[in-house]
């Protein structure tokens, strides 16, 4: 089991003496020639955003060890969660808290030290920095100080969740958690109707049924995908349109882990044009209303660009003379 595998590796780096030594173990572990005389043996001073695995543990990149044994403190969004991230590899970096309810009061201190000098490493609990967590703040802060910001790519939930879910990839929209109360939920779900991109969420294992119901409501019947645990030993992947999931786990149960909703855009994976689809809908609000008010309907319904119906609407009013 990879996860095993890799706090194993991490035991045997304690032994070595962590530091470089053990991004040369976990190069060993892969097969692979150690990489360090491919990067610079200093760090140079700035803030460093590193990603983290998001579950497996053997989905550390051989950087991103680099650098969290390289650096002058880890900042942290849990120092336990990062800890066991470190001990695992050997590597004892120093840990320092930055998370929602110190993030204020702890930045200026951060400024001051990424001002003398001094190279950081920003890491939240799993995943890329910054997607749902305090990180930006800190960031758009030292791009205004002149402080040089780094990204060491990694995990991204949202991501394998999109690479998994089987849905258009070729456009997509990160929308993070929606409000906790229904009311609020849909006033948001409005918001991203109209965007013809595969849209992605976080969400709770107790708010999802409800979420999902919201979706239906709001968005018609896409498809979409439900991912839990991603990387981890039970990760799923569940399918089918909005309201069949929704149903599905109001029947269950709110489901163990972590979950990301991926939901296709309006119309599915066909064209932006709406298609055959389109026709139909326009047809029939053209046979009982006016232009502008047929327009208006369909592309409320559908979550079309309303310019996009509205020329459909002109060349099917042609085409019939």
């Given at each position: 089991?990879?996860?095993?595998?890799?706090?194993g590796?991490?035991?045997?780096?304690k032994?070595s003496?962590?530091?470089?030594?053990?991004?040369?173990?976990?190069?060993?572990?892969?097969?692979?020639?150690?990489?360090?005389?491919?990067?610079?043996?200093?760090?140079?001073?700035?803030?460093?955003?590193?990603?983290?695995?998001?579950?497996?543990?053997?989905?550390?990149?051989?950087r991103?060890?680099?650098?969290?044994?390289?650096?002058?403190?880890?900042?942290?969004e849990?120092?336990?969660?990062?800890?066991?991230?470190?001990?695992?590899?050997?590597?004892?970096?120093?840990?320092i808290?930055?998370?929602?309810?110190?993030?204020?009061?702890?930045?200026?201190?951060?400024?001051?030290?990424?001002k003398?000098?001094?190279?950081?490493?920003?890491?939240s609990?799993?995943?890329?920095?910054?997607?749902?967590?305090?990180?930006?703040?800190?960031v758009?802060?030292?791009?205004?100080?002149?402080?040089?910001v780094?990204?060491?790519?990694g995990?991204?939930?949202?991501?394998?969740?999109?690479?998994?879910?089987?849905?258009?990839?070729?456009?997509?929209?990160?929308?993070?958690?929606?409000?906790?109360?229904?009311?609020?939920?849909?006033?948001?779900?409005?918001?991203?109707?109209?965007?013809?991109?595969?849209?992605l969420?976080?969400?709770?294992?107790?708010?999802?049924?409800?979420s999902?119901?919201?979706?239906?409501?709001?968005?018609?019947?896409?498809?979409?995908?439900?991912?839990?645990?991603?990387t981890?030993?039970?990760?799923?992947?569940r399918?089918?349109?909005l309201?069949?999931?929704?149903?599905?786990?109001?029947a269950?149960?709110?489901?163990?882990?972590?979950?990301?909703?991926?939901?296709?855009?309006?119309?599915g994976?066909?064209?932006p044009?709406?298609g055959?689809?389109?026709?139909?809908?326009?047809?029939a609000?053209?046979?009982?209303?006016?232009?502008?008010?047929?327009?208006?309907?369909?592309?409320?319904?559908?979550?079309?660009?309303?310019?996009?119906?509205y020329?459909?609407a002109?060349?099917?009013?042609?085409?019939?003379?």
């Amino acid at each position: 089991m990879p996860r095993e595998k890799a706090a194993g590796a991490g035991k045997r780096a304690k032994k070595s003496g962590g530091g470089t030594g053990a991004v040369s173990l976990a190069a060993r572990a892969f097969g692979q020639e150690p990489i360090e005389a491919a990067l610079p043996s200093k760090l140079a001073p700035g803030l460093y955003v590193v990603s983290t695995p998001i579950g497996n543990l053997g989905d550390i990149t051989l950087r991103a060890l680099k650098t969290l044994a390289s650096v002058s403190a880890v900042l942290c969004e849990d120092t336990r969660v990062t800890g066991k991230l470190l001990a695992a590899y050997g590597i004892s970096a120093r840990k320092i808290p930055y998370h929602d309810h110190n993030a204020a009061e702890a930045r200026p201190e951060i400024l001051r030290r990424l001002k003398a000098g001094e190279a950081l490493a920003l890491v939240s609990d799993a995943g890329t920095p910054l997607v749902s967590d305090p990180g930006y703040k800190l960031v758009r802060a030292a791009i205004g100080e002149g402080v040089a910001v780094t990204a060491i790519p990694g995990a991204s939930a949202a991501l394998a969740s999109l690479v998994l879910s089987g849905l258009p990839p070729d456009a997509f929209a990160f929308a993070g958690f929606l409000p906790p109360k229904s009311a609020a939920r849909k006033r948001a779900l409005r918001e991203w109707k109209s965007v013809h991109a595969t849209l992605l969420f976080y969400e709770s294992a107790t708010r999802l049924a409800a979420s999902l119901a919201d979706m239906a409501e709001m968005l018609g019947a896409r498809p979409a995908a439900v991912t839990r645990e991603l990387t981890k030993l039970y990760e799923e992947v569940r399918r089918g349109n909005l309201a069949e999931l929704a149903a599905f786990y109001r029947a269950q149960g709110a489901p163990k882990g972590e979950m990301v909703v991926a939901v296709g855009p309006p119309g599915g994976d066909a064209d932006p044009s709406g298609g055959e689809a389109l026709d139909r809908d326009l047809a029939a609000a053209l046979s009982r209303t006016s232009l502008r008010q047929a327009v208006a309907e369909v592309a409320a319904a559908t979550g079309l660009p309303r310019r996009v119906v509205y020329a459909r609407a002109l060349q099917l009013k042609g085409e019939q003379g």
